[in-house]
Protein backbone atom coordinates (compact mmCIF):
# COMPACT_ATOMS: atom_id res chain seq x y z
CA UNK A 1 0.00 0.00 0.00
CA UNK A 2 1.77 3.40 -0.95
CA UNK A 3 1.67 5.86 1.35
CA UNK A 4 2.61 9.79 0.65
CA UNK A 5 3.86 12.58 3.13
CA UNK A 6 4.41 15.97 1.98
CA UNK A 7 6.87 18.36 4.11
CA UNK A 8 8.15 21.72 4.22
CA UNK A 9 7.93 25.03 5.42
CA UNK A 10 4.64 26.14 5.87
CA UNK A 11 4.95 30.10 5.18
CA UNK A 12 6.95 31.19 2.42
CA UNK A 13 7.93 35.36 1.65
CA UNK A 14 6.08 37.08 -1.31
CA UNK A 15 8.76 36.71 -4.19
CA UNK A 16 10.13 33.63 -2.85
CA UNK A 17 10.37 29.88 -4.01
CA UNK A 18 8.33 27.10 -2.24
CA UNK A 19 10.23 24.14 -1.68
CA UNK A 20 8.18 20.78 -0.67
CA UNK A 21 9.03 17.09 -0.39
CA UNK A 22 6.98 13.90 -1.01
CA UNK A 23 8.02 10.93 0.94
CA UNK A 24 7.45 7.35 -0.78
CA UNK A 25 6.78 4.13 1.52
CA UNK A 26 5.30 1.11 0.27
CA UNK A 27 6.29 1.49 -3.24
CA UNK A 28 9.84 2.01 -5.06
CA UNK A 29 9.51 5.88 -7.45
CA UNK A 30 11.30 4.13 -9.97
CA UNK A 31 7.65 1.42 -10.53
CA UNK A 32 5.62 2.59 -13.00
CA UNK A 33 3.82 6.07 -12.06
CA UNK A 34 3.23 9.39 -12.54
CA UNK A 35 4.35 11.45 -9.39
CA UNK A 36 2.22 14.52 -8.93
CA UNK A 37 1.32 17.45 -7.66
CA UNK A 38 -1.99 19.15 -7.14
CA UNK A 39 -2.96 22.33 -4.80
CA UNK A 40 -6.30 23.62 -3.54
CA UNK A 41 -6.69 26.98 -2.69
CA UNK A 42 -8.75 27.93 0.81
CA UNK A 43 -12.21 26.98 -0.45
CA UNK A 44 -11.59 26.45 -3.99
CA UNK A 45 -11.04 23.74 -6.10
CA UNK A 46 -8.50 21.34 -7.38
CA UNK A 47 -5.69 22.59 -9.43
CA UNK A 48 -2.99 19.92 -11.38
CA UNK A 49 0.56 21.31 -10.80
CA UNK A 50 2.79 18.90 -12.83
CA UNK A 51 4.26 15.30 -12.55
CA UNK A 52 7.32 13.40 -12.91
CA UNK A 53 8.43 9.71 -14.08
CA UNK A 54 11.43 8.02 -12.84
CA UNK A 55 13.12 8.84 -15.82
CA UNK A 56 12.80 12.45 -15.23
CA UNK A 57 10.17 12.90 -17.52
CA UNK A 58 8.10 15.79 -16.55
CA UNK A 59 4.71 17.22 -17.32
CA UNK A 60 3.54 20.81 -16.07
CA UNK A 61 0.28 22.62 -16.13
CA UNK A 62 0.86 25.58 -18.77
CA UNK A 63 -0.39 28.28 -16.18
CA UNK A 64 2.28 27.76 -13.92
CA UNK A 65 5.12 26.37 -16.19
CA UNK A 66 7.58 29.10 -15.82
CA UNK A 67 8.03 28.67 -12.30
CA UNK A 68 7.33 24.79 -11.61
CA UNK A 69 10.43 22.24 -11.24
CA UNK A 70 9.46 19.02 -10.21
CA UNK A 71 12.39 16.54 -9.82
CA UNK A 72 13.11 12.93 -8.30
CA UNK A 73 15.17 11.61 -5.54
CA UNK A 74 15.58 8.33 -6.04
CA UNK A 75 18.33 7.43 -3.23
CA UNK A 76 15.87 8.67 -0.76
CA UNK A 77 12.68 7.57 -2.97
CA UNK A 78 11.19 11.34 -2.88
CA UNK A 79 9.91 13.57 -5.19
CA UNK A 80 9.91 17.54 -4.65
CA UNK A 81 7.90 20.34 -5.75
CA UNK A 82 9.50 24.27 -6.57
CA UNK A 83 7.25 26.89 -7.35
CA UNK A 84 9.61 30.35 -7.72
CA UNK A 85 8.08 34.15 -7.61
CA UNK A 86 5.37 32.75 -5.16
CA UNK A 87 2.41 35.74 -4.35
CA UNK A 88 -0.18 35.21 -2.19
CA UNK A 89 -2.16 33.78 -4.79
CA UNK A 90 0.35 30.25 -4.37
CA UNK A 91 -1.74 29.87 -1.06
CA UNK A 92 -2.98 26.81 -0.90
CA UNK A 93 -2.91 23.22 0.19
CA UNK A 94 -0.31 21.02 -1.63
CA UNK A 95 -1.25 17.50 -2.29
CA UNK A 96 1.16 15.16 -3.56
CA UNK A 97 -0.40 11.74 -5.60
CA UNK A 98 0.25 8.92 -7.38
CA UNK A 99 -1.06 8.27 -10.78
CA UNK A 100 -0.38 4.75 -12.86
CA UNK A 101 1.61 5.29 -16.04
CA UNK A 102 -0.87 3.67 -18.37
CA UNK A 103 -4.53 4.99 -19.24
CA UNK A 104 -7.01 4.71 -17.66
CA UNK A 105 -5.30 6.66 -14.82
CA UNK A 106 -6.49 8.46 -11.79
CA UNK A 107 -4.86 9.83 -8.61
CA UNK A 108 -4.59 7.75 -5.80
CA UNK A 109 -3.42 7.74 -3.34
CA UNK A 110 -2.40 11.12 -1.74
CA UNK A 111 -0.84 12.25 0.67
CA UNK A 112 -2.48 14.06 3.54
CA UNK A 113 -1.53 17.84 2.26
CA UNK A 114 0.52 20.42 3.67
CA UNK A 115 -1.20 24.25 3.91
CA UNK A 116 1.56 26.61 2.32
CA UNK A 117 0.88 30.45 3.26
CA UNK A 118 2.34 33.34 1.38
CA UNK A 119 2.89 36.21 2.99
CA UNK A 120 5.43 38.47 4.29
CA UNK B 1 -6.87 23.02 -21.78
CA UNK B 2 -10.11 20.82 -21.40
CA UNK B 3 -12.35 22.76 -19.00
CA UNK B 4 -14.50 20.80 -16.69
CA UNK B 5 -18.16 22.33 -15.49
CA UNK B 6 -20.30 20.61 -13.03
CA UNK B 7 -23.25 21.38 -11.58
CA UNK B 8 -25.28 21.95 -10.01
CA UNK B 9 -22.33 24.07 -7.57
CA UNK B 10 -24.44 22.80 -4.46
CA UNK B 11 -27.09 20.90 -3.34
CA UNK B 12 -29.25 19.85 -0.70
CA UNK B 13 -30.83 16.63 0.03
CA UNK B 14 -32.37 14.21 2.62
CA UNK B 15 -31.63 10.65 3.47
CA UNK B 16 -32.60 7.97 1.21
CA UNK B 17 -32.91 10.36 -1.86
CA UNK B 18 -31.27 9.76 -4.85
CA UNK B 19 -28.85 12.33 -6.20
CA UNK B 20 -26.93 13.18 -9.41
CA UNK B 21 -24.34 15.15 -10.32
CA UNK B 22 -23.32 16.35 -13.85
CA UNK B 23 -19.74 16.92 -15.67
CA UNK B 24 -19.56 18.51 -18.90
CA UNK B 25 -15.97 18.33 -21.11
CA UNK B 26 -15.66 21.34 -23.53
CA UNK B 27 -14.27 18.81 -25.75
CA UNK B 28 -14.66 14.70 -26.43
CA UNK B 29 -12.41 12.68 -23.71
CA UNK B 30 -13.92 9.69 -24.39
CA UNK B 31 -14.51 7.74 -21.24
CA UNK B 32 -11.30 9.41 -19.32
CA UNK B 33 -13.46 10.82 -16.52
CA UNK B 34 -12.69 10.43 -12.58
CA UNK B 35 -14.88 10.96 -9.92
CA UNK B 36 -13.31 12.30 -6.78
CA UNK B 37 -14.92 12.69 -3.38
CA UNK B 38 -13.49 15.22 -0.49
CA UNK B 39 -14.66 15.68 3.13
CA UNK B 40 -13.39 19.39 4.90
CA UNK B 41 -9.69 18.66 6.06
CA UNK B 42 -9.05 15.83 3.69
CA UNK B 43 -7.49 14.81 0.57
CA UNK B 44 -10.04 13.83 -2.44
CA UNK B 45 -10.56 10.22 -2.75
CA UNK B 46 -11.16 8.83 -6.01
CA UNK B 47 -14.83 7.03 -6.24
CA UNK B 48 -15.15 5.85 -9.98
CA UNK B 49 -12.45 5.79 -12.49
CA UNK B 50 -12.79 5.73 -16.52
CA UNK B 51 -16.23 7.04 -16.17
CA UNK B 52 -17.80 3.79 -14.70
CA UNK B 53 -15.46 2.24 -12.80
CA UNK B 54 -15.87 1.95 -9.27
CA UNK B 55 -13.01 1.92 -7.25
CA UNK B 56 -12.10 -1.27 -5.14
CA UNK B 57 -13.60 -0.69 -1.31
CA UNK B 58 -16.21 2.37 -2.64
CA UNK B 59 -19.64 1.88 -1.41
CA UNK B 60 -22.11 0.07 -4.30
CA UNK B 61 -24.15 3.16 -3.89
CA UNK B 62 -22.32 5.38 -6.06
CA UNK B 63 -22.22 4.78 -9.91
CA UNK B 64 -21.25 6.80 -12.61
CA UNK B 65 -21.74 7.03 -16.26
CA UNK B 66 -21.27 8.59 -19.41
CA UNK B 67 -18.75 8.93 -22.30
CA UNK B 68 -17.54 11.63 -24.80
CA UNK B 69 -18.45 14.99 -23.23
CA UNK B 70 -21.05 14.50 -20.51
CA UNK B 71 -21.09 12.74 -17.23
CA UNK B 72 -22.91 11.77 -13.96
CA UNK B 73 -22.05 10.59 -10.92
CA UNK B 74 -25.35 8.92 -9.28
CA UNK B 75 -25.58 8.17 -5.73
CA UNK B 76 -28.37 5.73 -5.14
CA UNK B 77 -29.46 6.04 -1.38
CA UNK B 78 -27.95 8.93 0.51
CA UNK B 79 -26.21 8.71 3.47
CA UNK B 80 -24.99 10.87 6.18
CA UNK B 81 -21.56 9.92 5.57
CA UNK B 82 -22.16 10.91 1.56
CA UNK B 83 -22.08 14.86 3.18
CA UNK B 84 -18.56 16.19 0.86
CA UNK B 85 -17.66 17.79 -1.76
CA UNK B 86 -17.46 15.87 -5.33
CA UNK B 87 -14.99 16.65 -8.43
CA UNK B 88 -14.73 15.61 -11.59
CA UNK B 89 -11.44 14.91 -13.18
CA UNK B 90 -10.61 14.18 -17.20
CA UNK B 91 -7.44 12.30 -17.52
CA UNK B 92 -7.51 12.72 -21.65
CA UNK B 93 -5.27 15.44 -21.65
CA UNK B 94 -3.47 17.96 -19.10
CA UNK B 95 -5.15 16.87 -16.25
CA UNK B 96 -8.08 19.01 -15.23
CA UNK B 97 -10.76 19.24 -12.65
CA UNK B 98 -14.23 20.54 -12.55
CA UNK B 99 -15.10 23.15 -10.05
CA UNK B 100 -16.72 21.01 -7.29
CA UNK B 101 -20.01 19.61 -6.41
CA UNK B 102 -20.96 20.47 -2.40
CA UNK B 103 -23.40 18.09 -1.52
CA UNK B 104 -25.20 18.86 2.18
CA UNK B 105 -27.40 16.10 3.57
CA UNK B 106 -30.90 17.99 5.23
Known amino acids: QVQLQESGPGLVKPSGTLSLTCAVS?????????WSWVRQPPGKGLEWIGEIYHSGSTNYNPSLKSRVTISVDKSKNQFSLKLSSVTAADTAVYYC?????????????WGQGTLVTVSS | DIQMTQSPSSLSASVGDRVTITCRASQSISSYLNWYQQKPGKAPKVLIYDASTLQSGVSSRFSGSGSGTDFTLTISSLQPEDSATYYCQQSFSTPTFGQGTRLEIK
Open chain 1, 97 to 109: AVKRWLQPNWFDP
Open chain 1, 26 to 34: GDSISSSNW
